[in-house]
C-alpha cells in the first residue's frame, strides 16, 4: 500500500439511499443514547426513594454514565479508526440495551452504578460512530449539515426522555419503563448488524491496511499535542455542559419548585430545550458553511446561551410563556456550539477523524461528570432538613448558587474563543 490518504469515494446520496439509510441507523442509536442518558432527571424522586439516597449520590448515579462515556471516548475513536462503526456500534447498542434492562431490575444502589457505567460505555460509541459513518458515506462539505442534522434526532431523543417518558413511568413506574426500553434498544442493535456497512466501495478494507502501516502512538501524540485542538475542545465542553445537566437532572425537580409545576408539565418545559436544539442544530451548520467561518456561530451561541440561562434560572418569573420562550432560545442559542465539531475535525489527520472528534466528545463529557455531583453536593450542603415522601426539598436559594456552575461555564467558553483560530472550513491537516 503507498503511504498517504487513501482517496475517498463516496456514493451520490441524490442517487442512493443507501447512505441515508446507514447513517440514519446511526442517528436512531444516537437517538437512543440521548433518550438514556437524560432519562434519571424524570425518575430522580423514584431513585432516591427507592434506594435512599441524597441527591449528591443521585449525582453520581446520574453522573457515572459520563465518566464512563469520556473514558471511552479516546479508545473508542482508536477502535473505529481501525475497525471501522459498524460492528461497534452493533455492540454498543446491545449492551446500552442489556444494561437498561438490568438497571430497572436492580434493587441495589451499585448495582444500579454499574449498570448506569455501562450503559456510559455503550452510549460512548454512538456520536462518534455516527459521524464517522457521515464522514466516510458523504463528502466533506457535507459534514456540518449531517452533524447537525444528528444531534437533531439526538435531540427529538431527550425530548422522548422527558415529558413521554415521564408518562411512562407514572403509567408503568421506572422500573418497567427501563425493561421496555431495553426491549426497544435489542431491536435496533439487530438493525444496525443486518443493514449497517463501514463505507462504500470496500473501503474499510482498504483504511484498515493503510491504518496497520501509520505510527498510531505517533499520530495519537500529534493529537494530544495540538493547542487548537484543546482550546476547541474546551470551549466545546463548557458550552455543552448546560444542556444535558440542566435538561438531564436538576431542571424537571427545580422548575416544578420555582413555578409550581407538576412533573409532567415541568418536562413538558425542558423538552422545549430539546426541542429548540433540534430546529436550530443543521442550521448552524448550514449558516457557518455558508459564512465560509465556523467562529460567528460559536460566538452567537455562546452570547446567547449565557443570556438565556441567567434568565430562566435567576430571574423571578411569574409567566409560564416568558419561561418557555427562554427555554427554547437556550436551546436554539446552545445548539451553536455544534459547528466546534466541525473545527475539530478540520483540525485532525483525515486518517484520524474519529480520534479527533473522540477527543472533542471526551471533553464535553468530563465537564458534564465534574458538574452533576458538584451541583448535587451544593445543594445537600445547603438544605435546611425538609423532607417530603422521605426525599430532600431544597430551598430556592440553594438551586439558585448550585446551578450558578452552569452560566459561569458558559461564560469562561467566551473567554477562551478569540484564541481558538478560524478554519474557514477548510481542513488544515491534510499531511
Known sequence: MPHGPT????????????PWLIWGLGCVFYFYECLLSVSPGVMSNELMRDFSITSQTLGILSSVYFYSYAAMQIPGGVLMDRFGPHRLLTLATFICA?????FGMTDNFYTACVARFMIG???????????KLAANWFAPQRFALLTGLMVTLGMLGAIGGEAPLALLIDNFGWRESMEIMGALGIGI?????????????HMHAQQQDHHLEDPLVKSLLALVKNKQLWLVATYGGLMYMATPVFCGLWGVPFLMFKMHLSKAVAANYISLVFIGWAIASPLWGIFSNKQGKRKPSMMIGAIGSLATSILFIFAPLKSGLLLQTLLFAFGVFSSGFLPAFAVAKELCNKRYVATGL???????????????PLIGYVLDCLWQGELVDHVRVYPLEAYYVALSILPLGILI???????????????????
Do not use: R
Not at 460505555?121 to 459521524?131: D, E, K, P, Q, Y
Not at 484564541?419 to 481542513?427: A, D, G, N, R
Open 358 to 372: 473522540s477527543f472533542m466528545n471526551m471533553m464535553n463529557m468530563v465537564w458534564i461528570a465534574m458538574a452533576q
Open 189 to 201: 442493535a439487530f438493525l444496525i448488524l443486518l443493514i449497517a456497512k463501514d463505507s462504500p466501495h
Open 7 to 18: 482517496k475517498m469515494k463516496y456514493l451520490d446520496p441524490s442517487k442512493s439511499f443507501v
Open 121 to 131: 460505555i455503550g452510549s460512548s460509541f454512538a456520536a462518534v460512530g455516527t459521524m
Open 413 to 431: 467558553s467566551l473567554f477562551v474563543l478569540p484564541f481558538i483560530k478560524e478554519t474557514y472550513c477548510q481542513s488544515v491537516d491534510d499531511e
Open 98 to 102: 442489556i444494561c437498561t434492562i438490568a
